[in-house]
Nanobody
Framework: EVQLVESGGDSVQHGGSLRLSCVVS????????MAWFRQAPGKEREGVAG???????IYTDAVKGRFTISKDNAKSTLYLQMNSLKPEDTAMYYC??????????????????WGQGTQVTVSS
């Protein structure tokens, strides 16, 4: 059974930092594309950052220069380092994995497996 389990969400002040983690089990994900998404109350799900098997990455404009996606294949873990957090970053954050290799993308249609989410709250 494929499982993605996120952690690291918390409540922080404007300008603070957090690192989200997503542990993958049930398959060898090293060659698959992965990504982080977020959804704020009353808003649609938004792609945040994506990464391919070679470590190439893509970001939505709102987080460029502040967030960094990375992965540790030995630990089967995907990360999202979030710096200079803003209140508008407040959302539930989800990690997702495709079922095949693909170029970095944050289009949710390409992702088959999803975690349950971890809450990030940024206060002003």
């Amino acid at each position: 059974e494929v499982q993605l389990v996120e952690s690291g969400g918390d409540s922080v002040q404007h300008g603070g930092s957090l690192r989200l983690s997503c542990v993958v089990s049930g398959y060898t994900y090293t060659t698959y594309g992965m990504a982080w998404f977020r959804q704020a109350p009353g808003k649609e799900r938004e792609g945040v950052a994506g990464i391919d098997d070679k470590g190439n990455s893509i970001y939505t404009d709102a987080v460029k220069g502040r967030f960094t996606i990375s992965k540790d294949n030995a630990k089967s873990t995907l990360y999202l380092q979030m710096n200079s957090l803003k209140p508008e970053d407040t959302a539930m954050y989800y990690c997702a994995s495709s079922a095949h290799n693909l170029r970095p993308t944050i289009d949710p249609d390409y992702f088959r497996y999803w975690g349950q989410g971890t809450q990030v709250t940024v206060s002003s």
